[in-house]
């Protein structure tokens, strides 16, 4: 008898730990998020959902998500075009993540506005037009979109990242992003990678860009999988929201977290469309582009988000 209620009031001790821990989870998860909310300002994106036409995406398969990433590049207009064009690729039961990135200037079929820059497709009918335009011409299918404003990337990285991140760089940016970026080997934080990942001035022009991008995104990745940023998510959040409007649920964000810890130890793997030998500069009614060879790009395009494929990755 004695044994039992022994038993039983550690069982009630232990009720009350668990109970006390998840309130204190809590509470703090809240004083985080809203710490975020102080750092943000009023960003664009503040009410998710309302701005853009509803988003028609695909339900995954397999456990294989593709999500939208947009880089919005505003400038004080209402929508403009996406600055950046990516898609991310994360597999819920391998752990792998993969980039592939579509060039601005690749020429290609909106539906119901005909030839233009892909990048034109998000301020003629915002994130669903877009999703449209790259399943018409890669019949590639999108799950999900996440827009970032690029007046809050700078405070999300900061928060990711609050070290720093190291990068190497080539030669003198300056040029059209406000800052001078020196050569060699240097630590940036939020704003100075901004302008870093957003230069295009130079002898590779958007092609060095959006190798940077891919860069930066494969270290931020890094950053996001240590048990720091894990604690800091509540407040990553809380700066985030005002700058990301994403159709994203709550229990796909989790997932994905998850995931990256669980694979942190793996390599990002990245694509650039168009792949090597598969376009032509050319200048036409929109402005100089990128004439690309869709049977090419839509086979390297799909093989490399469906399947294991190192032989695709990291193609110039």
């Known amino acids: 008898m004695k044994r039992r209620r022994v038993k039983r009031k550690w069982k009630r001790i232990l009720f009350l730990l668990v109970t006390l821990t998840a309130l204190m989870v809590v509470l703090y998860s809240i004083y985080q998020y809203k710490q975020g909310l102080s750092v943000a300002s009023d960003g664009m994106y503040k009410d998710d959902g309302t701005t853009f036409d509803p988003f028609q995406g695909a339900d995954p398969q397999f456990g294989e998500i593709n999500i939208l990433l947009i880089g919005s590049d505003t400038r004080g207009e209402d929508i403009g075009n996406s600055d950046s064009l990516m898609i991310a690729h994360y597999n819920q039961n391998t752990h792998d993540f993969k980039i592939a990135s579509i060039m601005r200037d690749t020429y290609v079929d909106i539906p119901d506005h005909g030839k233009h ?15 449209n335009t790259i399943k018409q011409n890669f019949d590639v299918d999108i799950n999900y979109y996440a827009i970032v404003d690029f007046d809050g990337f700078s405070k999300i990285v900061d928060i990711i990242a609050p070290n720093g991140i190291e990068v ?36 590779l022009s958007d092609f060095g860009r959006v190798a940077r991008q891919q860069e930066v995104v494969s270290k931020v990745k890094e950053q996001a999988a240590t048990m720091q940023s894990v604690v800091n998510l509540p407040k990553l959040l809380g700066v985030a929201d005002p700058y990301i409007d994403t159709n994203v649920d709550i229990g796909t964000m989790f997932a994905i977290g998850k995931g990256l810890i669980a694979g942190k130890s793996k390599k990002m793997e990245s694509l650039r469309i168009p792949i090597k030998d598969s376009y032509e500069n050319e200048r036409v009614n929109v402005g100089a582009v990128l004439k690309i060879d869709y049977e090419k790009n839509k086979q390297a395009l799909k093989e490399f988000l469906s399947q294991d494929n190192e032989n695709l990755a990291n193609q110039e």
């Open 117 to 131: 820059k892909i990048n034109a497709a998000f301020a003629l009918g915002g994130p669903e037009l877009l999703r």
């Open 168 to 203: 190497d760089i080539p030669y003198e940016m300056s040029y059209g992003i406000d800052m001078t970026l020196h050569p060699g080997k240097q630590t940036l934080h939020g704003k100075e990678m901004l302008g870093y990942v957003r230069f295009r001035q130079d002898r």
